[in-house]
């Protein structure tokens, strides 16, 4: 696999970057990633109690993973969420060099942290996030499609569609994201126009991450069908398809309101899912191509068959 702008950026082996998933991308699936040649990524959820400080939790874990490993590895900070702003001033007095960004304006922040010497990497899902992004000099542009885990863009364009409508348009370097779990989608990301990928749900199914094991399990088990979009009136999020999702698409189905699925959801269904492994009540996030996933894997064996993988389509091409 050869370098591209995105190993240049970032200062890493292979242009596998690990999505950054609210509760599970702890210190160890990061350090492993970073470890094997990609760049791991940090939520500051992570591991989180129930009620626990998202800052204080961040800071532990960025503490751990510098006892991990001495590769780049980056922290991810959704836009969206009210603390962001506090969790922005952890990363600058840690002295964090690369921070992905998403769910929100890029604008706002982006300035402050170059100025602090980070590379800023910013999740789109369309064509005009992507033109707003670049104009605010962000570093890099992961494009994600609706094949994606989690939240989806309201537009849910597909990631052939959108990566070479972005390459068209903008001249910072495309990270794919969406629906990639193994070599041949990497390959075909590069075709259209990326320089790396973003990996999420087959970075789930591996022994390093703190996921419960049910929901490790229901990713093997899930066919071509296993996942589903929810929330659409709200925003819009693609799960393994569950009782818990079953009941919201009713829910949605009924013509109930945006307060009504709002009560349906609570708090943190996501964290029930993904740590407590209650997939009856909580939320368990998937990407479309789950059903490419047979078994948990150590990380790095999961990044060398990736790029083993690669190698050997790019030469069966040439």
């Known amino acids: 696999m050869k370098r591209s702008r995105v190993c240049n950026l970032l200062n890493i082996e292979y242009p596998i970057i690990q999505g950054g998933m609210l509760w599970i991308s702890t210190a160890e699936l990061a350090g492993a990633v970073s470890n094997a040649g990609g760049l791991g990524v940090l939520s500051p959820f992570a591991g989180m109690e129930k009620n626990g400080d998202p800052f204080k939790n961040l800071k532990f874990q960025i503490i751990k993973i510098r006892d991990l490993t001495e590769k780049p590895f980056a922290v991810n900070i959704p836009l969206y969420l009210k603390q962001s702003g506090i969790l922005v001033d952890v990363l600058l007095k840690e002295g964090i060099r690369i921070v992905i960004t998403s769910g929100g304006d890029p604008s706002h922040f982006t300035d402050l942290l170059h100025q602090a010497g980070m590379k800023v ?11 707003k992004a670049e104009s605010s000099k962000v570093d890099a542009l992961i494009v994600a499609g609706v094949e994606a885990a989690a939240y989806v863009g309201f537009d849910e364009i597909p990631l052939f569609s959108l990566v070479p409508q972005v390459a068209d ?15 041949r989608g990497i390959v075909a990301a590069f075709a259209l126009g990326a320089e790396g990928v ?23 088990d899930a066919k071509d069908t296993g996942s589903v979009i929810t929330c659409r009136k709200l925003l819009p999020t693609r799960s393994l398809r569950t009782e818990f999702t079953r009941q919201l698409l009713e829910l949605e189905a009924s013509g109930a309101s945006t307060e009504e699925i709002r009560d349906f959801l609570g708090y943190s269904r996501a964290r029930k899912g993904q740590i407590e492994g209650d997939l009856e009540n909580g939320e368990v996030y998937s990407g479309s191509s789950a059903g490419l996933i047979r078994e948990i894997l150590p990380t790095a064996t999961v990044i060398q068959r990736l790029v083993d993988g690669f190698q050997e389509i790019v030469k069966k091409m040439a």
């Not at 348009?169 to 070599?183: E, F, K, L, R, Y």
């Open 198 to 220: 973003q990996i999420g749900t087959r970075f789930v199914a591996v022994e390093e991450n703190i996921a419960h094991i049910n929901y490790k399990q229901a990713i093997i």
């Open 169 to 183: 348009v903008v001249s910072v370097p495309i990270i794919a994201a969406g629906g990639i779990v193994d070599a």
């Open 121 to 131: 990497l910013h999740v789109v899902s369309s064509v005009g996030q992507a033109k």
